[in-house]
């Protein structure tokens, strides 16, 4: 029996993150190089899209590149580049099939003209499909999110558009990449690591994180509904007492 069976539909977490980590792992393990758990990661890439799909999940964000990962070696960053092009051409037509809405957030403009161009495209083809949003982290680091938000509300309270006893945390959540987006119900990590890595550090305050030991590659289905019953049978309190619930 597929551990779909145990969800409870009407509490599927409306936003999902995942940390996607542990390729270059898989791929030595495989006397392979770096690239080779890169590819392979596109597999789950598909599997958590459609077990989250299945479920209904709205959306789902996937932390792919970081500005920290500008400091890989130089030939990792290209063919991670280069992989990121060649999977939007293969995969826009099962995008549009399938109802998956494709955003990014993150600093787009470092990106390679030839990527950023793609992912114009895929963005503008894929805006009407509403069965799933999948969020695309890219060149996305959070510090510097927030960094860039208290720079353009420090610029509107200096020319006198907000005073500061405006700034609410709904005000800055309004400068951030995802604006009018839920915060996520559930981040996901992949690998074994038990950390953040400057992700979405602002938007996952009252996130339930999940940790698992498996490499990103491997991830199946039967991993990300585990994830869903694992977090069902937490008791979100959001500082409120069990009673008060």
């Not at 495989?30 to 789950?44: E, L, M, S, Y």
């Not at 020319?159 to 400068?175: A, F, L, N, W």
């Not at 999940?210 to 008791?235: M, N, S």
Request: proline share 4%; net charge neutral.
């Amino acid at each position: 029996m597929s551990l779909i069976d145990k969800i409870d539909r009407s509490r599927v977490p409306e936003h999902v993150a995942i940390i996607m980590d542990g390729n270059g792992r898989w791929a030595k393990q495989r006397g392979n190089q770096r690239i080779f758990g890169h590819k392979n990661g596109v597999k789950a890439v598909k599997a958590a899209t459609e077990a989250a799909g299945e479920i209904g999940v709205k959306y789902l964000t996937l932390y792919a590149f970081s500005t920290e990962n500008w400091n890989r070696p130089k030939s990792e960053v290209d063919a991670l580049m280069s992989l990121l092009v060649e999977t939007i051409n293969s995969e826009t037509d099962t995008l549009l099939k399938n109802g998956i809405r494709v955003l990014t957030i993150g600093d787009q403009s470092m990106l390679p003209p030839d990527v950023q161009r793609k992912l114009n495209d895929v963005i503008t083809r894929t805006a009407s499909c509403n069965t799933i949003t999948t969020i695309l982290a890219l060149n996305y680091g959070s510090r510097h999110e927030i960094t860039e938000a208290v720079k353009k509300i420090a610029a509107q309270t200096k020319d006198g558009t907000i005073s500061p006893d405006q700034i609410t945390p709904e005000i800055i959540s309004k400068y951030l990449y995802t604006a009018n987006i839920p915060d996520p119900a559930l981040l996901i990590r992949t690998s074994g690591e038990l950390r953040l890595s400057n992700f979405l550090l602002w938007q996952l305050a009252y996130t339930e994180l999940y940790f698992t030991p498996v490499l990103w590659p491997d991830f199946t289905k039967e991993d990300f509904f585990e994830a869903i019953v694992d977090y069902q049978k937490r008791e979100r309190r959001f500082g409120k007492t069990s009673e008060q619930l």
